[in-house]
């Protein structure tokens, strides 16, 4: 079993989350487009994408068929970490951040994005 297999498995188990083919941006969970390669402007998901708070970022449905958007980076520091949430809450979104990591257990830790209100198990 691979590593992808590995994470949809405990994404399953541990938070009732089936593999989603959106694209791994909050602002799919917000209900907007990605802007990744469609404006001038930088979207959010680049910004924190590799080797940051959205290091091996998926996008995930609840069992409400809600996208939640998970990060498992290895590091998740204190100027990173605040600008993310500055703006993940300015597209009405909400951050739990989680020691119960997918994609390698121990080393990284979860970070998932949900609507504001949505509360995972």
Request: glycine fraction near 10%; charged fraction near 25%; include cysteine.
């Amino acid at each position: 079993m691979n590593a992808e297999e590995t994470q949809t498995r405990r994404a399953q188990r541990e938070w009732g989350l089936r593999a989603s083919k959106a694209k791994a941006c909050p602002r799919v969970v917000a209900g907007k487009q990605c802007l990744w390669g469609r404006s001038d402007k930088e979207c959010v998901c680049v910004k924190y994408h590799m080797g940051s708070i959205l290091d091996h970022g998926r996008m995930w449905l609840d069992q409400n068929g809600r996208y939640v958007l998970t990060g498992e980076p290895y590091d998740a520091y204190g100027d990173d970490l605040s600008a993310f949430i500055t703006d993940i809450d300015n597209l009405g979104l909400q951050l739990t951040i989680s020691s119960r990591s997918m994609w390698n257990p121990g080393q990284t830790v979860l970070v998932l994005v949900t609507r504001k209100g949505h509360h995972m198990p």
